[in-house]
Protein backbone atom coordinates (compact mmCIF):
# COMPACT_ATOMS: atom_id res chain seq x y z
CA UNK A 1 0.00 0.00 0.00
CA UNK A 2 1.41 3.32 -0.92
CA UNK A 3 2.21 6.26 1.71
CA UNK A 4 -1.01 8.17 -0.27
CA UNK A 5 -3.40 5.47 0.23
CA UNK A 6 -2.29 4.75 3.80
CA UNK A 7 -2.96 8.62 4.53
CA UNK A 8 -6.58 8.23 3.06
CA UNK A 9 -7.10 5.08 5.10
CA UNK A 10 -6.04 6.71 8.25
CA UNK A 11 -8.05 9.49 7.55
CA UNK A 12 -10.80 7.88 7.44
CA UNK A 13 -10.61 6.13 10.49
CA UNK A 14 -9.68 9.59 11.96
CA UNK A 15 -13.17 10.83 10.78
CA UNK A 16 -14.81 7.86 11.90
CA UNK A 17 -13.81 8.68 15.73
CA UNK A 18 -14.42 12.22 15.25
CA UNK A 19 -11.12 13.59 14.89
CA UNK A 20 -11.67 15.66 11.68
CA UNK A 21 -8.52 18.19 12.31
CA UNK A 22 -6.54 15.49 11.77
CA UNK A 23 -8.28 13.59 9.43
CA UNK A 24 -8.40 16.84 7.35
CA UNK A 25 -4.35 17.19 7.75
CA UNK A 26 -4.06 13.98 5.96
CA UNK A 27 -5.89 14.25 3.39
CA UNK A 28 -4.45 17.46 2.53
CA UNK A 29 -0.75 15.39 2.87
CA UNK A 30 -2.22 12.72 1.17
CA UNK A 31 -3.54 15.46 -1.76
CA UNK A 32 -0.14 16.78 -1.93
CA UNK A 33 1.34 13.50 -2.44
CA UNK A 34 -0.61 12.75 -5.63
CA UNK A 35 0.31 16.07 -6.46
CA UNK A 36 4.13 15.80 -6.30
CA UNK A 37 4.03 12.36 -8.16
CA UNK A 38 2.22 14.05 -10.85
CA UNK A 39 5.07 16.26 -11.45
CA UNK A 40 7.99 13.53 -11.19
CA UNK A 41 5.74 11.93 -14.14
CA UNK A 42 5.81 15.12 -15.58
CA UNK A 43 9.64 15.57 -15.30
CA UNK A 44 10.68 12.32 -16.32
CA UNK A 45 8.63 12.14 -19.16
CA UNK A 46 9.66 15.67 -20.17
CA UNK A 47 13.82 14.46 -19.87
CA UNK A 48 12.82 11.12 -21.56
CA UNK A 49 11.41 13.22 -24.52
CA UNK A 50 14.77 15.78 -24.29
CA UNK A 51 16.91 13.18 -24.25
CA UNK A 52 15.26 11.25 -27.30
CA UNK A 53 15.32 14.22 -29.33
CA UNK A 54 18.85 15.38 -28.66
CA UNK A 55 20.49 12.17 -29.36
CA UNK A 56 20.75 9.57 -32.30
CA UNK A 57 18.32 7.03 -32.99
CA UNK A 58 20.75 4.41 -32.11
CA UNK A 59 22.71 4.15 -28.84
CA UNK A 60 25.97 2.92 -30.84
CA UNK A 61 26.09 6.41 -32.77
CA UNK A 62 26.17 8.25 -29.21
CA UNK A 63 29.41 10.44 -28.38
CA UNK A 64 30.52 9.72 -25.02
CA UNK A 65 28.92 12.34 -23.50
CA UNK A 66 25.63 11.36 -24.49
CA UNK A 67 26.34 8.03 -22.87
CA UNK A 68 27.08 9.62 -20.16
CA UNK A 69 24.05 11.50 -20.11
CA UNK A 70 21.83 8.83 -20.76
CA UNK A 71 23.72 6.58 -17.83
CA UNK A 72 23.25 9.80 -15.39
CA UNK A 73 19.48 9.74 -16.23
CA UNK A 74 18.66 6.27 -15.88
CA UNK A 75 20.81 6.44 -12.65
CA UNK A 76 18.74 9.50 -11.55
CA UNK A 77 15.51 7.89 -12.43
CA UNK A 78 16.22 4.45 -10.80
CA UNK A 79 16.65 6.15 -7.59
CA UNK A 80 13.59 7.42 -7.33
CA UNK A 81 11.24 6.61 -4.85
Known amino acids: M ?3 EQLRN ?9 W ?3 AIMMDSAANEIQ ?4 RIKQMEDAGNN ?9 TS ?3 ESQSDALKQW ?3 KESMP
Do not use: H, I, M
Open 74 to 76: NKA
Open 50 to 58: LLWNFCPEY
Open 61 to 63: DFT
Open 2 to 4: SLE
Open 35 to 38: KLNE
Open 20 to 22: FNR
Open 10 to 18: DAQSLREVG
